[in-house]
């Protein structure tokens, strides 16, 4: 039986405004439930080419689905609910870690969500490292690698289907980034999730037989 297909690019270029094209012709597919990762130099477009996946760019041309529609006929909110961007450098409110982790909640488009008790956040908070963290605890005081921890829960807490994550340890300490990548690491193997994670080292997750997207020269190959 043919696997699952949560995302595919049909034939997409994008160009910034009226500049030259940033990518032409660029056709792909992302399996559900896989771990893929974009390979390339800086300036190549990866953080491009992941935007597109939840309608933060749009293409010039050609078109994008997910689960087979295309992406332009879902609302965007819930779109991107579904198809997760996890920032780069967390966005964090003036409030306790339980205020932020349960802010979504209070949007409207997420209303049919349930929200999360007490016993789940204490749960997921030890899932990732932060035990001893107390909901009633500042956001403002944590470190930048638990602020990261914190916007991943937060977003989990949303259960998307895909995670989409550029250089999710790039702007973090040492000691940070090596916990975020461990609880990176662990999302992919265990979660079941389908995760799109952009890095420009080359040597990151392989161990992990991710499928490969090369991006060069405004193409993206497969690299399986
Ligand atoms: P990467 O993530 O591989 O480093 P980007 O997708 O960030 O690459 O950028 C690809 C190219 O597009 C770069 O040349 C960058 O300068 C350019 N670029 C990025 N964002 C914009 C923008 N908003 N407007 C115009 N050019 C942009
Ligand atoms: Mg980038």
Same mark, same amino acid.
Request: charged share 25%; glycine share 8%; aromatic share 8%.
């Given at each position: 039986?043919?696997?699952?297909?949560?995302?595919?690019?049909?034939?997409? *270029?994008?160009?910034? !405004?009226?500049? @030259?094209?940033?990518?032409?012709?660029?056709?792909?597919?992302? @399996? #559900?439930?896989?771990?893929?990762?974009?390979?390339?130099?800086?300036?190549? !477009?990866?953080?491009?080419?992941?935007?597109?996946?939840?309608?933060?760019?749009?293409?010039? =041309?050609?078109?994008?689905?997910?689960?087979?529609?295309?992406? &332009?006929?879902?609302?965007?909110?819930?779109?991107? $609910?579904?198809?997760?961007?996890?920032?780069?450098? @967390?966005?964090?409110?003036?409030?306790?870690?339980?205020?932020?982790?349960?802010?979504?909640?209070?949007?409207?488009?997420? $209303? +049919?969500?349930? $929200?999360? !008790?007490? #016993?789940?956040?204490?749960?997921?908070?030890?899932?990732?490292?932060?035990?001893?963290?107390?909901?009633?605890?500042? #956001?403002?005081?944590?470190?930048?690698?638990? &602020?990261?921890?914190?916007?991943?829960? $937060?977003?989990?807490?949303?259960?998307?289907?895909?995670?989409?994550? +550029?250089?999710?340890?790039?702007?973090? +300490?040492?000691? *940070? =980034?090596?916990?975020?990548?461990?609880?990176?690491?662990?999302?992919?193997?265990?979660?079941?999730?389908?995760?799109?994670?952009? *890095?420009?080292?080359?040597?990151?997750?392989?161990?992990? =037989?991710?499928?490969?997207?090369?991006?060069?020269?405004?193409?993206?190959?497969?690299?399986?």
């Amino acid at each position: 039986m043919d696997q699952e297909i949560i995302i595919e690019f049909s034939r997409v *270029s994008f160009s910034f !405004g009226q500049g @030259p094209p940033l990518f032409q012709d660029v056709s792909l597919k992302v @399996p #559900a439930g896989s771990f893929c990762l974009i390979q390339g130099p800086s300036g190549s !477009g990866k953080s491009t080419l992941l935007r597109m996946f939840n309608r933060l760019e749009e293409p010039s =041309a050609g078109q994008i689905f997910f689960k087979g529609h295309p992406l &332009l006929s879902f609302h965007p909110p819930r779109l991107r $609910r579904s198809i997760l961007f996890i920032q780069q450098t @967390p966005t964090v409110f003036d409030g306790t870690i339980r205020d932020n982790l349960l802010r979504p909640f209070t949007f409207k488009n997420n $209303r +049919d969500l349930v $929200r999360p !008790g007490e #016993a789940q956040l204490n749960k997921i908070l030890e899932d990732f490292l932060m035990e001893g963290l107390d909901l009633d605890d500042h #956001a403002q005081t944590l470190s930048g690698g638990q &602020l990261q921890r914190l916007c991943f829960i $937060r977003g989990l807490l949303l259960e998307p289907e895909v995670l989409l994550l +550029d250089e999710p340890t790039s702007a973090l +300490d040492h000691e *940070s =980034a090596e916990i975020v990548e461990s609880v990176t690491r662990r999302l992919i193997r265990e979660s079941g999730l389908t995760v799109v994670l952009v *890095s420009h080292k080359k040597v990151d997750f392989q161990d992990l =037989a991710p499928m490969v997207f090369e991006v060069t020269g405004g193409r993206v190959t497969g690299l399986q």
